[in-house]
């Protein structure tokens, strides 16, 4: 194992502060206060699982203001509209002047680059009147250029467009050849490797035409704008201190930003933890973290190890899982709670078994006074939840699953956001082709007369009153035409009530078209809470876009004793959350670690780090289960099954901290 750094112990530095002065200082532990109080210079805070990193960027926001650091001249970059708020809400109540935190500029780095990009993207010669498409845009877009290509036929099995812009995505944000994406992430599609690369040509001259930018391009071009000397050095002088949160899953790109943004000044901290990188399917890179002392040579290291969470005999587990990476920052996290069971390996017969472990378990924890809500069950990846869904369905346990699509990229959502775009701007072709398609008995055809009609004059929908309906879909058309004439003429100021209007047309279709309404149905409900922030359109719109909504979970309501529900989840969506009782299942070679992603020594310590953040999500008690066998089908003749191997990543070490359970006729 190889250590990147070596850690300052706390309490070595001469903090030059009066803590007297600053009372709530006095809350913080000795690390906390060595990150907080930190003075000028580059600064990586390690900030292991559970050791409130939230807080410690949030103070210090509030230190920086207090010690006299003008709030417009603070950036605090976040991956969620969500963490920024609640970092300054927290800044906020704590400050003698907490009306200054409106200043700070606070948010994702796609929205500080949207906002950059409008006050200087003239520099760089783009027009500043852009508009932004969101991912879904993106996707129609590659469609539309993917059938002008002739490339969108069954017989020639070519990419689907979703397919198409994850590569594109990865390929800009990994900054690599697009030959080496492909290998390393999509190698059925490398026989394409031409025509990807002209369709991605294509792709990028049609959006400059339109003066239009995707959510990737606002990186590229902040980017862009520092390679101009004179304007990187504007840019630079914007902001005295720059704050990032969760820097362990910023991409090259986001990287590249932030080292251009301090070339002179170098007040920088970045907080993370390399242990929990794990979203390099995305483009996120572990390397930004363990490289930064490179970038910035003078950097100071401080390790945030006390943990609030978890009880020791966990922390020994995960403490012991991490150990096992080949590269990173050593720390060892430690709890002042040192009593607790200790976490459980359960070994199963099979997957009914497990299921069946599973529900006995969080029946009697449920018994023991831990609602529902307060339990967890988390998985490498959403299908391996199937059979335990139907059993928890069979015996009437309520529960929610997380995981999968973002909120603004559900099907349902983008259509309800494509009639809002039609208001917005009558000629956006993409939002006419998502619009019209819903609509039965309308093809492409059709799609793009009503769209030539519509440009033709001047963007004006009334216009549509004079459109030569065709028979066959003359009433939904007109049906159709009637509600954003009506939309367009009231005022815009109540834009969850034209989401109410909308939606009362939409509901049929979107019953017909897709399943599971009821929770499309409480997805809607949901956009139209968040409508009802907004009096204008083109804000709600762009903040969607730019600070979505990780998933609906991020906006369903919260559990409560009436309405208790058990929380099912991936790994992936799980991050950031925690739970008193946290079941892992399906703890197997070719699960944990997925066979999908043992090729190469990175993807394996990637593997090693989902189980980390699993496990460290836990509370009080932590159960990892695995079934030893997985059956293909079962008949009164004859039974096929897999023999599942424990996950390598329970070694010796890690097993002497386990108490091990067998279950289901089992024997050790």
């Not at 309906?469 to 815009?492: G, M, R, T």
């Not at 670690?593 to 999500?617: F, G, H, I, K």
Request: proline residues 4%; glycine residues 4%.
């Amino acid at each position: 194992m190889k250590d990147r750094a070596q850690i300052e112990p706390s309490g070595s530095t001469n903090f030059n502060i009066s803590v007297k002065k600053f009372k709530w200082l006095e809350e913080l532990n000795p690390q906390q206060l060595a990150a907080v109080t930190y003075g000028d210079g580059p600064l990586i805070v390690v900030a292991g699982a559970g050791s409130g990193k939230t807080r410690t960027l949030a103070y210090r926001v509030a230190y920086l203001i207090e010690k006299g650091v003008r709030p417009y001249r603070t950036l605090l970059l976040t991956f969620t509209r969500r963490a920024a708020s609640e970092m300054l809400k927290r800044a906020e109540s704590i400050v003698t002047r907490a009306s200054t935190m409106e200043r700070v500029w606070g948010g994702t780095f796609h929205s500080i680059g949207y906002r950059l990009l409008r006050m200087y993207g003239r520099n760089i010669g783009l027009n500043p009147d852009f508009t932004v498409m969101d991912r879904t845009d993106t996707e129609d877009m590659i469609g539309v250029l993917r059938q002008e290509m002739g490339l969108s036929s069954k017989e020639q099995r070519f990419p689907q467009k979703t397919t198409c812009a994850d590569i594109y995505s990865r390929y800009i944000n990994s900054c690599l050849p697009l030959e080496q994406v492909l290998a390393e992430s999509t190698p059925w599609c490398s026989q394409w490797l031409e025509e990807l690369e002209k369709l991605f040509k294509f792709y990028n001259e049609r959006k400059q035409k339109l003066n239009i930018l995707d959510y990737d391009d606002l990186l590229l071009y902040w980017k862009k704008m520092l390679t101009d000397n004179s304007l990187a050095q504007r840019l630079e002088n914007m902001f005295d201190h720059i704050l990032v949160d969760e820097y362990q899953d910023t991409n090259i790109i986001q990287a590249e930003i932030l080292i251009g943004m301090r070339q002179r000044n170098r007040n920088i901290m970045v907080v993370g933890d390399d242990a929990q990188s794990i979203y390099s399917f995305r483009g996120a890179t572990v390397r930004n973290m363990l490289d930064f002392p490179k970038h910035f040579p003078e950097a100071k290291v401080i390790a945030l190890e006390q943990n609030y969470r978890s009880t020791m005999p966990i922390l020994n587990v995960t403490n012991c899982i991490i150990e096992q990476a080949s590269e990173r920052y050593t720390k060892t996290m430690w709890s002042t709670r040192t009593d607790g069971p200790r976490p459980k390996l359960v070994t199963c017969e099979d997957e009914s078994k497990q299921d069946e472990f599973i529900v006995k378990m969080v029946l009697k924890h449920y018994e023991e006074n831990i609602p529902l809500k307060n339990q967890a069950v988390l998985f490498r990846t959403a299908s391996l939840s199937d059979s335990l869904e139907v059993e928890l369905s069979r015996r009437n346990i309520p529960y929610r699953k997380y995981g999968g699509l973002r909120f603004t990229e559900t099907a349902h959502i983008k259509d309800m956001l494509a009639f809002l775009k039609l208001l917005e701007n009558p000629r956006d072709e993409l939002a006419w082709f998502r619009v019209l398609q819903l609509l039965k008995g309308v093809g492409p055809a059709t799609s793009r007369k009503v769209t030539a009609h519509v440009i033709a004059n001047n963007g004006r929908l009334d216009s549509l009153n004079t459109f030569k309906l065709p028979p066959s879909s003359a009433p939904v058309l007109k049906e159709l035409f009637a509600l954003l004439i009506e939309l367009q003429k009231e005022k815009e100021s109540n834009i969850a009530l034209q989401l109410q209007k909308i939606r009362k047309f939409y509901q049929p279709i979107m019953f017909d078209n897709y399943d599971s309404p009821q929770s499309r149905e409480e997805d809607i409900d949901n956009l139209e809470r968040i409508a009802t922030g907004y009096s204008s359109r083109k804000d709600f719109l762009t903040d969607l876009l730019l600070e979505p909504p990780t998933s609906s979970s991020d906006l369903a309501e919260r559990a409560t004793k009436d309405n208790d529900w058990l929380v099912l989840s991936t790994i992936h969506s799980a991050k950031g959350c925690e739970w008193d009782v946290v079941y892992l299942i399906h703890a197997s070679d070719g699960c944990l670690p997925s066979d999908l992603s043992v090729n190469t020594p990175e993807q394996l310590e990637e593997e090693l780090r989902l189980a980390y953040v699993a496990m460290t999500r836990a509370r009080d008690y932590l159960y990892i289960t695995w079934p030893v066998r997985y059956y293909h089908r079962h008949s009164p003749y004859a039974q096929t099954y897999n023999q599942a191997h424990l996950s390598r990543f329970l070694n010796e070490n890690v097993l002497e901290l386990l108490d091990t359970i067998f279950f289901g006729g089992i024997e050790e």
